[in-house]
């Protein structure tokens, strides 16, 4: 994979408020009222959405996660920003850029 871009780091999540996310069997679903369709987020999926609940920056998530899993820093800022942007792509969230 490519090196990302670390300015992503700066960037924060905003939910769509038409999103309905419920918890099943330990993994996150969710579902858009815009669209009707419906997402398994997983494991790991479902702890970003966990951790994007009290809007930090992309890059405070990904040391959360750096912590909490046994995971290169690079290799799990290049999943978070990926995961993130098909979300985004799919009408789920925003992301907006914070100033630093």
Same mark, same amino acid.
């Given at each position: ?45 479902? &702890?970003?959405?966990?951790? !994007?609940?009290?809007?930090? +920056?992309?890059? *405070?998530?990904?040391?959360? $996660?750096?912590? #909490? ?7 799990? &800022?290049?999943?978070?920003? !990926?995961?993130?942007?098909? +979300?985004?792509? *799919?009408?789920?969230?925003? $992301?907006?850029? #914070?100033?630093?």
């Amino acid at each position: 994979m490519a090196a990302t871009d670390p300015t992503k780091d700066h960037y924060r999540i905003m939910y769509d408020e038409e999103v309905y996310v419920s918890d099943m069997d330990g993994e996150k679903v969710m579902m858009s009222i815009n669209t009707g369709k419906y997402y398994n987020l997983g494991f790991t999926g479902g &702890r970003i959405w966990e951790l !994007a609940e009290s809007s930090p +920056l992309l890059g *405070e998530i990904v040391a959360a $996660l750096t912590d #909490e899993y046994e995971v290169d820093e690079e290799q799990c &800022r290049q999943q978070v920003h !990926a995961f993130v942007a098909e +979300l985004e792509r *799919e009408g789920l969230l925003k $992301l907006q850029r #914070e100033m630093v």
